[in-house]
């Protein structure tokens, strides 16, 4: 009985450890995002302030919003399907 106990023992460690896996990707991913979009503004602030056409810096704004409300959608879904029962 050793052996099922070891498994099970297994088993919960390697759901604990794939979704703390699928949080990192997901929080690099919205972290690479907004630093996108961080840099964008602060281009945009200096391509104004040195009077230089401003990219726009919107779009990359709400695709960082974007990812951001993906990424903690999918956290939700990945702690709620692999949570220790």
Wanted: hydrophobic share 55%; glycine share 2%.
């Amino acid at each position: 009985m050793k052996i099922f106990a070891k498994r099970r023992s297994f088993r919960l460690e390697f759901k604990r450890q794939l979704c703390l896996a699928i949080m990192a990707a997901v929080g690099f991913t919205i972290a690479f995002a907004w630093r996108e979009a961080i840099f964008a503004t602060f281009q945009d602030f200096v391509s104004r302030f040195l009077d230089v056409a401003p990219e726009h810096y919107l779009s990359q704004t709400y695709t960082a919003i974007t990812i951001t409300l993906a990424g903690v959608i999918v956290i939700f879904l990945t702690s709620k399907i692999l949570r220790d029962r």
